[in-house]
């Protein structure tokens, strides 16, 4: 309680010392130097090669597996199977029903079945090619459709292919479609997104002793990893070490192939004896990695003759591909979030995730909000021109406000910027004089097209979040904080220190951050959900509040003044009445080791548990949402189909802004993210192959695609449970940008998209009267 | 074979194989690490070197046509004042998230001011083209680029 | 992704020395930028015991005028292309294309004479060299005949070389003042794309007359081609914009092209039409300057 207040305290000065500034992040200069080590860089020479063996069907039963060929390969050590595997031989993230190598059944092409262990890639290599698989091909799933037909093949066993369901129900639907004046409906599906992190997914396991294995890899979950190896491993947690090495990327990704990468080098190197790396190939991350869900959302919506949306419903389908993973987490985001930022009185949402024998979905930026929104922002517009209203007027009419209720029927007392961002947008795009006629220069057409977005920060349905870090003040005044939040490129460590730098008014540089060890790292939880800065930063708030308790203590005696009276800053405590008389951080840290007051502090956070009745679908879904929206102007070739995006104007409602350039970072990777996936990004699947795993043929976006990106407008409405107020800003960056750019698209040419993406050949079609 | 070559600046003489590309002689045998293998196609860009002063690709490079040439990597190079500028803004202006193309990118980056000391912002985003990078959106790398041709034109 | 098959590198000072190489050596194959070819290893098995590094044979690289012709080496890199003001001022479609390729670091490595015999149906020198009629000098120890650019192309990826020839050359002749020619593209996005279609266009007007007319189209058959019909039906015609219009609109129907992961066989014929007429106008526009 008294923590809080100093840290109320602390946010109402207005004034800050680093909070709120861009200030030079501590792990730039190692990047920029080419020191930074990924995990690729800590192998050693001698370490073995691992390569998977992979299933080459989508869809089929093991008879056999031989791996006496491959044995007889020089450099060939060993070829693991199932049987190997001392622990369990399960990797399931929600649900059991994954296998960490098949074999009994394979459910896609590219499922694990064995792991070559040799000393040279080329060794590896082959041995790979002579593993014989003796398969029964059975016949495979591939779509929405074919996945809940009657008599489609049960891919893992049950009654049909439904993974999980969900459903809300607030308000009286009927009631509300019968005051709309307008109705809109209509179907909409997005794809697969590859990540394509620079950085493909990589692990180095090195054997410690007999009982004991480190393991140094690309993650999100250093204690997921942990948790998971140790399972494969048959081991307990405390056996098993894991660091996240410096990752090139992760969006999400990485997250949920950290645990697969991990386990599979650990498991290696245990058996064997050696340090084993497995580095996937870059076609292997394209392939067989996870992706971002497919999904399918049928969208019924309506608004009353004044404007006002008066009833939703949405049925939402996820396609899982071969294994759930993270499908009931992402199909009960999308239905969380089904209404949109808008206040909808009648909300009926039925969702369901699908097995089918395709690469399984997983974690990437926006979780599901990107596809909902898309639904979402497209009916918006729909309804606004319905009703004969501008689309961003018709959306101010609408948004959440501080004591509006959600989707779930969420109360929402404070922290709700979308209104602000909405018009910060608005006047910094001049939309209300430029959103008028379509221009069109030199046989171009330019369409400018608006989105918002929400995303709820942390894990949905109350689940229970919490996050945990540790800061030591060290003899000579320093401190050593350590937190299990990963660096991913986000920067969310820096946001930490820069919070503990506050807290303690100690100088930047004298905090430095010791990154995810889970032998000495206390358990942050993930770095996903955008939870990184909001939950671990909070949880350094916390660490430093109670060290500051300490010091400010022995400060005060001292400095011969009452407690209240100890300032800390630029690293020294002072007395605020007499200035002059002070003590550095240094005579402060020896004066608390002699004095035997500890000089380490374990900070906790967890954000305020509330109800969720997961049957009705009603109740607090997350614990707080950052919102976002987002202007797009485009230009549409209309004599090849080609979309150049011109200029975008981008908002977010961050809570409290820990460091504005970490934040525009976020905001124009997210808008490359985004662009992609709206327009370029397409991974082709054909009967479970995917046949453009590559940079060449998955076409991300390179410097020459970026627009112009207006100054980002940063709105701020601070979260009352966390540090300072802030808010998570990674996924909530990609959520708006797409839809934007879609509802331009529309603007330009009249042409409404429902799938994505909007690719130059599709536009080109749908210009001559194809549908779209 | 016995491979000579100028590596950032110094004449060494290695072991290579002949289907051995310098990106892993590089990596692996020489222990220089600033070049990151991300497709090993070159596609990508983050294993990114001068090969006689010019960016290429060193996953398609074999080895052994470096011999008698020049090779120089973010090892050799970060001294050089207009890398050093290049470093200085690319901290400075959020330019460097993950980390992982920015060596290469430097390099790409490099190659463009030793040229052309007075880059438009087309000219910048042409010249690291060839530099994938999925987490900035290159906005920030590509002012930091023109940051720091601005600054070596002031000390001029 | 493959291992490097275990070949052995040689590295020859002379083209003399390259071709006998290539002739003694079994399954040896001739490498200058390794662009393509190292990437093609990567992929698919190639069965490859020798590679010959072009790299270190000074009389491969050039770019002069001589003789009424342009000529350029094989190993003549597509940087220095772009570099080249001769090739700028004289042959813009030549130099557009090569300007069009790849990223700095693949244009600092990739060659002319790579590019063609690579033989990849979107090869993007293959258009303007082919409106340029262009001809490659195709070496062996005992021959040396010069063929038609068409003719290295064999079939996709496939070159017409035997495994002894190397080509050494191209040229064409110096067009003549007042001539225009002109490279357009489409791909996937700004840079670094592969060619959905590529088309180049090459013209001379005379007294308000088109007496010569070339227009190729790359990415729309199992090589990059002539279109000769459509050529036809320009020359000797006065142009204009209507007439360019309806012979674009016929190269639309001409080519052949293939459904793959980059676009469709329909697309590519529609953007055989777009990518022909901007081609030709842009073209005429420059005869006159």
């Given at each position: 309680?008294?923590?809080?207040?100093?840290?109320?305290?602390?946010?109402?000065?207005?004034?800050?010392?680093?909070?709120?500034?861009?200030?030079?992040?501590?792990?730039?200069?190692?990047?920029?130097?080419?020191?930074?080590?990924?995990?690729?860089?800590?192998?050693?020479?001698?370490?073995?090669?691992?390569?998977?063996?992979?299933?080459?069907?989508?869809?089929?039963?093991?008879?056999?597996?031989?791996?006496?060929?491959?044995?007889?390969?020089?450099?060939?050590?060993?070829?693991?199977?199932?049987?190997?595997?001392?622990?369990?031989?399960?990797?399931?993230?929600?649900?059991?029903?994954?296998?960490?190598?098949?074999?009994?059944?394979?459910?896609?092409v590219g499922d694990p079945i064995a792991l070559v262990c040799a000393e040279n890639e080329e060794a590896a290599f082959k041995g790979v090619e002579a593993v014989e698989i003796d398969y029964e091909e059975l016949q495979a799933v591939y779509t929405i459709d074919e996945a809940l037909s009657e008599d489609a093949p049960r891919i893992h066993g049950g009654e049909?292919?439904?993974?999980?369901?969900?459903?809300?129900?607030?308000?009286?639907?009927?009631?509300?479609?019968?005051?709309?004046?307008?109705?809109v409906e209509d179907t909409y599906e997005t794809p697969y997104q590859e990540h394509m992190y620079i950085e493909p997914e990589a692990a180095y396991a090195i054997p410690e002793g007999h009982d004991k294995v480190t393991v140094i890899g690309t993650m999100q979950s250093p204690f997921l990893v942990r948790e998971k190896v140790a399972g494969i491993l048959g081991w307990n947690l405390n056996q098993v070490r894991v660091i996240q090495a410096l990752t090139g990327g992760a969006f999400g990704g990485k997250d949920d192939m950290g645990p697969l990468v991990c386990a599979k080098a650990a498991l290696a190197a245990v058996k064997l004896g050696r340090p084993a790396a497995l580095i996937l190939d870059r076609d292997e991350s394209a392939a067989y990695s996870v992706k971002r869900y497919p999904a399918r959302i049928r969208y019924r919506s309506g608004a009353d003759a004044e404007g006002r949306m008066t009833a939703a419903e949405v049925d939402i389908t996820v396609d899982c591909g071969a294994y759930a993973n993270r499908a009931p987490f992402w199909l009960w985001r999308m239905t969380a979030h089904a209404a949109g930022p808008y206040e909808v009185e009648a909300v009926h949402v039925d969702g369901r995730a699908v097995y089918t024998n395709k690469v399984f979905g997983g974690s990437f930026r926006g979780f599901g909000d990107v596809a909902m929104h898309f639904a979402v922002e497209s009916q918006m517009d729909m309804l606004a021109e319905k009703l004969g209203l501008d689309p961003l007027e018709f959306r101010l009419r609408n948004v959440l406000r501080p004591g509006s209720r959600?989707?779930?029927?969420?109360?929402?007392?404070?922290?709700?910027?979308?209104?602000?961002?909405?018009?910060?947008?608005?006047?910094?795009?001049?939309w209300w004089n430029r959103r008028g006629e379509v221009k069109r220069i030199e046989g171009k057409l330019r369409g400018l097209g608006v989105a918002c977005a929400h995303h709820g920060i942390s894990t949905s349905r109350?689940?229970?979040?919490?996050?945990?870090?540790?800061?030591?003040?060290?003899?000579?005044?320093?401190?050593?904080?350590?937190?299990?939040?990963?660096?991913?490129?986000?920067?969310?460590?820096?946001?930490?220190?820069?919070?503990?730098?506050?807290?303690?008014g100690a100088p930047l540089e004298s905090i430095r951050v010791e990154g995810p060890d889970t032998d000495s790292t206390p358990n942050a939880r993930p770095t996903h959900g955008s939870r990184g800065l909001m939950l671990g930063g909070s949880a350094a708030a916390d660490a430093a509040l109670r060290l500051r308790g300490r010091m400010v203590k022995v400060a005060s005696e001292m400095l011969g003044?009452?407690?209240?009276?100890?300032?800390?800053?630029?690293?020294?405590?002072?007395?605020?009445?007499?200035?002059?008389?002070?003590?550095?951080?240094?005579?402060?840290?020896?004066?608390?080791?002699?004095?035997?007051?500890?000089?380490?502090?374990?900070?906790?956070?967890?954000?305020?548990?509330?109800?969720?009745?997961?049957?009705?679908?009603?109740?607090?879904?997350?614990?707080?949402?950052?919102?976002?929206?987002?202007?797009?102007?485009?230009?549409?070739?209309?004599?090849?189909?080609?979309?150049?995006?011109?200029?975008?104007?981008?908002?977010?409602?961050?809570?409290?802004?820990?460091?504005?350039?970490?934040?525009?970072?976020?905001?124009?990777?997210?808008?490359?993210?985004?662009?992609?996936?709206?327009?370029?990004?397409?991974?082709?699947?054909?009967?479970?192959r995917v046949l453009n795993p590559n940079f060449k043929d998955y076409v991300i976006p390179s410097s020459m695609d970026m627009p112009r990106v207006s100054d980002v407008i940063i709105v701020e409405k601070p979260y009352r449970h966390s540090a300072f107020g802030a808010k998570g800003v990674g996924e909530p960056a990609i959520i708006s940008i797409v839809s934007a750019i879609a509802n331009a698209v529309y603007h330009a040419t009249g042409i409404r998209f429902r799938t994505l993406p909007i690719t130059a050949e599709r536009l080109y079609r749908a210009l001559r009267g194809e549908k779209p | 074979m016995m491979?000579?070559?100028?590596?950032?600046?110094?004449?060494?003489?290695?072991?290579?194989?002949?289907?051995?590309?310098?990106?892993?002689?590089?990596?692996?045998?020489?222990?220089?690490?600033?070049?990151?293998?991300?497709?090993?196609?070159?596609?990508?860009?983050?294993?990114?070197?001068?090969?006689?002063?010019?960016?290429?690709?060193?996953?398609?490079?074999?080895?052994?046509l470096v011999?008698?040439?020049?090779?120089?990597?973010?090892?050799?190079?970060?001294?050089?004042?207009?890398?050093?500028?290049?470093?200085?803004?690319?901290?400075?202006?959020?330019?460097?998230?993950?980390?992982?193309?920015?060596?290469?990118?430097?390099?790409?980056?490099?190659?463009?001011?030793?040229?052309?000391?007075?880059?438009?912002?087309?000219?910048?985003r042409r010249a690291i083209a060839g530099n994938l990078c999925r987490c900035t959106g290159y906005v920030n790398i590509v002012k930091a680029i023109l940051d720091a041709a601005e600054r070596l034109r002031g000390e001029d | 992704m493959r291992p490097l098959p275990r070949f052995r590198v040689h590295r020859p000072e002379s083209l003399e020395k390259a071709l006998?190489?290539?002739?003694?050596?079994?399954?040896?194959?001739?490498?200058?930028?390794?662009?393509?070819?190292?990437?093609?290893?990567?992929?698919?098995?190639?069965?490859?015991?020798?590679?010959?590094?072009?790299?270190?044979?000074?009389?491969?690289?050039?770019?002069?005028?001589?003789?009424?012709?342009?000529?350029?080496?094989?190993?003549?890199?597509?940087?220095?292309?772009?570099?080249?003001e001769l090739i700028a001022s004289k042959a813009p479609a030549l130099w557009e294309a090569a300007a069009s390729m790849g990223s700095p670091q693949i244009r600092n490595r990739g060659t002319i004479g790579g590019n063609l015999c690579n033989a990849s149906p979107a090869a993007d020198l293959g258009p303007p060299l082919l409106a340029l009629e262009a001809e490659a000098e195709i070496r062996s120890l005992d021959e040396r005949r010069w063929i038609p650019i068409g003719e290295v192309f064999a079939g996709p990826k496939v070159n017409s070389l035997a495994e002894d020839e190397l080509l050494t050359e191209v040229r064409f002749k110096t067009p003549p003042q007042g001539a225009g020619s002109a490279f357009e593209k489409i791909g996937r996005r700004r840079a670094v794309t592969l060619a959905l279609v590529n088309a180049a266009a090459y013209i001379e007007v005379e007294d308000e007359t088109c007496r010569v007319a070339r227009l190729a189209l790359g990415a729309v058959a199992d090589r990059p081609l002539r279109m000769g019909e459509a050529e036809e039906r320009l020359m000797g015609k006065e142009l204009s914009e209507e007439l360019i219009e309806e012979v674009s609109a016929l190269c639309g129907r001409l080519v052949r092209p293939i459904d793959d992961v980059r676009a469709s066989a329909w697309y590519r014929r529609e953007m055989s039409r777009v990518l022909s007429r901007r081609a030709l106008l842009k073209a005429w526009r420059r005869c006159a300057t």
């Amino acid at each position: 309680m008294e923590a809080e207040e100093i840290l109320e305290e602390l946010a109402e000065r207005g004034e800050f010392i680093v909070i709120g500034r861009g200030v030079r992040r501590f792990d730039a200069l190692d990047k920029a130097l080419g020191r930074a080590k990924f995990t690729a860089d800590y192998v050693e020479r001698d370490a073995l090669v691992v390569k998977v063996v992979r299933s080459s069907l989508p869809h089929a039963l093991i008879k056999g597996i031989n791996i006496d060929e491959a044995l007889k390969i020089p450099g060939v050590v060993a070829v693991l199977t199932a049987g190997d595997i001392p622990g369990e031989n399960q990797i399931g993230y929600a649900l059991p029903d994954q296998p960490f190598l098949n074999d009994v059944k394979v459910h896609y092409v590219g499922d694990p079945i064995a792991l070559v262990c040799a000393e040279n890639e080329e060794a590896a290599f082959k041995g790979v090619e002579a593993v014989e698989i003796d398969y029964e091909e059975l016949q495979a799933v591939y779509t929405i459709d074919e996945a809940l037909s009657e008599d489609a093949p049960r891919i893992h066993g049950g009654e049909d292919n439904i993974a999980v369901t969900t459903r809300v129900r607030k308000g009286d639907i009927e009631e509300g479609f019968s005051k709309a004046e307008a109705i809109v409906e209509d179907t909409y599906e997005t794809p697969y997104q590859e990540h394509m992190y620079i950085e493909p997914e990589a692990a180095y396991a090195i054997p410690e002793g007999h009982d004991k294995v480190t393991v140094i890899g690309t993650m999100q979950s250093p204690f997921l990893v942990r948790e998971k190896v140790a399972g494969i491993l048959g081991w307990n947690l405390n056996q098993v070490r894991v660091i996240q090495a410096l990752t090139g990327g992760a969006f999400g990704g990485k997250d949920d192939m950290g645990p697969l990468v991990c386990a599979k080098a650990a498991l290696a190197a245990v058996k064997l004896g050696r340090p084993a790396a497995l580095i996937l190939d870059r076609d292997e991350s394209a392939a067989y990695s996870v992706k971002r869900y497919p999904a399918r959302i049928r969208y019924r919506s309506g608004a009353d003759a004044e404007g006002r949306m008066t009833a939703a419903e949405v049925d939402i389908t996820v396609d899982c591909g071969a294994y759930a993973n993270r499908a009931p987490f992402w199909l009960w985001r999308m239905t969380a979030h089904a209404a949109g930022p808008y206040e909808v009185e009648a909300v009926h949402v039925d969702g369901r995730a699908v097995y089918t024998n395709k690469v399984f979905g997983g974690s990437f930026r926006g979780f599901g909000d990107v596809a909902m929104h898309f639904a979402v922002e497209s009916q918006m517009d729909m309804l606004a021109e319905k009703l004969g209203l501008d689309p961003l007027e018709f959306r101010l009419r609408n948004v959440l406000r501080p004591g509006s209720r959600t989707t779930t029927n969420q109360l929402l007392d404070h922290s709700v910027g979308i209104e602000e961002c909405l018009r910060g947008v608005a006047e910094a795009s001049d939309w209300w004089n430029r959103r008028g006629e379509v221009k069109r220069i030199e046989g171009k057409l330019r369409g400018l097209g608006v989105a918002c977005a929400h995303h709820g920060i942390s894990t949905s349905r109350g689940a229970p979040d919490w996050s945990a870090a540790s800061l030591i003040l060290n003899e000579d005044g320093t401190f050593t904080y350590r937190t299990g939040i990963c660096e991913l490129g986000q920067g969310s460590q820096f946001g930490h220190a820069k919070i503990v730098a506050e807290i303690l008014g100690a100088p930047l540089e004298s905090i430095r951050v010791e990154g995810p060890d889970t032998d000495s790292t206390p358990n942050a939880r993930p770095t996903h959900g955008s939870r990184g800065l909001m939950l671990g930063g909070s949880a350094a708030a916390d660490a430093a509040l109670r060290l500051r308790g300490r010091m400010v203590k022995v400060a005060s005696e001292m400095l011969g003044c009452d407690e209240g009276d100890v300032e800390l800053k630029d690293g020294r405590a002072y007395d605020r009445r007499r200035p002059e008389n002070s003590v550095s951080f240094r005579e402060l840290a020896r004066e608390m080791y002699i004095r035997g007051v500890s000089p380490a502090a374990y900070g906790f956070y967890a954000p305020p548990r509330r109800y969720f009745d997961p049957e009705t679908g009603l109740g607090v879904a997350y614990p707080v949402y950052t919102f976002a929206a987002t202007v797009a102007e485009v230009e549409v070739n209309p004599e090849t189909g080609e979309v150049k995006v011109v200029e975008v104007w981008p908002s977010m409602d961050v809570g409290r802004a820990i460091d504005p350039l970490l934040i525009e970072g976020q905001i124009h990777g997210a808008i490359a993210q985004g662009l992609g996936f709206a327009l370029t990004e397409n991974l082709i699947v054909e009967e479970g192959r995917v046949l453009n795993p590559n940079f060449k043929d998955y076409v991300i976006p390179s410097s020459m695609d970026m627009p112009r990106v207006s100054d980002v407008i940063i709105v701020e409405k601070p979260y009352r449970h966390s540090a300072f107020g802030a808010k998570g800003v990674g996924e909530p960056a990609i959520i708006s940008i797409v839809s934007a750019i879609a509802n331009a698209v529309y603007h330009a040419t009249g042409i409404r998209f429902r799938t994505l993406p909007i690719t130059a050949e599709r536009l080109y079609r749908a210009l001559r009267g194809e549908k779209p | 074979m016995m491979l000579r070559f100028k590596l950032n600046g110094e004449w060494i003489e290695c072991e290579a194989e002949h289907n051995e590309t310098l990106l892993d002689l590089l990596r692996e045998k020489l222990g220089v690490k600033s070049v990151k293998r991300g497709c090993n196609v070159g596609e990508c860009g983050a294993c990114t070197v001068l090969l006689d002063g010019r960016p290429v690709n060193s996953c398609l490079l074999l080895a052994p046509l470096v011999e008698g040439r020049s090779v120089e990597t973010l090892e050799g190079l970060r001294d050089k004042p207009i890398m050093r500028e290049l470093i200085e803004a690319f901290v400075e202006d959020g330019a460097i998230q993950c980390g992982f193309c920015t060596p290469g990118m430097l390099i790409s980056a490099y190659s463009l001011l030793s040229r052309n000391p007075k880059p438009s912002e087309g000219e910048v985003r042409r010249a690291i083209a060839g530099n994938l990078c999925r987490c900035t959106g290159y906005v920030n790398i590509v002012k930091a680029i023109l940051d720091a041709a601005e600054r070596l034109r002031g000390e001029d | 992704m493959r291992p490097l098959p275990r070949f052995r590198v040689h590295r020859p000072e002379s083209l003399e020395k390259a071709l006998e190489l290539l002739a003694t050596l079994e399954k040896a194959k001739p490498i200058a930028g390794g662009t393509d070819l190292i990437p093609l290893m990567r992929e698919v098995e190639v069965d490859v015991k020798h590679l010959i590094d072009l790299s270190h044979i000074g009389e491969l690289n050039f770019i002069r005028e001589e003789e009424g012709y342009i000529r350029i080496g094989a190993t003549t890199t597509l940087s220095d292309l772009v570099a080249s003001e001769l090739i700028a001022s004289k042959a813009p479609a030549l130099w557009e294309a090569a300007a069009s390729m790849g990223s700095p670091q693949i244009r600092n490595r990739g060659t002319i004479g790579g590019n063609l015999c690579n033989a990849s149906p979107a090869a993007d020198l293959g258009p303007p060299l082919l409106a340029l009629e262009a001809e490659a000098e195709i070496r062996s120890l005992d021959e040396r005949r010069w063929i038609p650019i068409g003719e290295v192309f064999a079939g996709p990826k496939v070159n017409s070389l035997a495994e002894d020839e190397l080509l050494t050359e191209v040229r064409f002749k110096t067009p003549p003042q007042g001539a225009g020619s002109a490279f357009e593209k489409i791909g996937r996005r700004r840079a670094v794309t592969l060619a959905l279609v590529n088309a180049a266009a090459y013209i001379e007007v005379e007294d308000e007359t088109c007496r010569v007319a070339r227009l190729a189209l790359g990415a729309v058959a199992d090589r990059p081609l002539r279109m000769g019909e459509a050529e036809e039906r320009l020359m000797g015609k006065e142009l204009s914009e209507e007439l360019i219009e309806e012979v674009s609109a016929l190269c639309g129907r001409l080519v052949r092209p293939i459904d793959d992961v980059r676009a469709s066989a329909w697309y590519r014929r529609e953007m055989s039409r777009v990518l022909s007429r901007r081609a030709l106008l842009k073209a005429w526009r420059r005869c006159a300057t």
